[in-house]
């Protein structure tokens, strides 16, 4: 059974940062492409950032390019999110996805955490 469990969401300052930690069980991370989608409050949900360690890239919405980071650690079974320079427009529910390579949708998600940026 695949589960993943999202933490390191809080309330942050405008110009701050936070670090999302997305922890699989059921999957390895490294055969995934892993990501992150966020959700504001009367929004479609979107795109973030996403990775493949194995052999892929690394990709980001251009909303949040030069300000977030997207890492995996392998040993951990783990992937983060960076978010620096944090705007109150980045306030939403931040999910960790997967999907395996040779698939475009993401089979699985996380329950989310949620971010809030005060301004």
């Known amino acids: 059974q695949v589960q993943l469990v999202e933490s390191g969401g809080g309330l942050v300052q405008a110009g701050g940062s936070l670090r999302l930690s997305c922890a699989a069980s059921g999957l390895t991370v490294s055969n995934y492409v892993m990501g992150w989608f966020r959700q504001a409050p009367g929004k479609e949900r979107e795109f973030v950032a996403s990775?493949?360690?194995?052999?892929?890239?690394?990709y980001y919405a251009d909303s949040v390019k030069e300000r977030f980071t997207i890492s995996g650690d392998n040993a951990k079974n783990t992937v983060y999110l960076q978010m620096n320079a944090l705007k109150p427009e980045d306030t939403a529910v931040y999910y960790c996805v997967a999907r395996l390579p040779i698939s475009n949708q993401y089979n699985y998600w996380g329950q989310g955490t949620q971010v809030t940026v005060s301004s």
């Open positions: 990775i493949w360690s194995s052999g892929g890239g690394i």
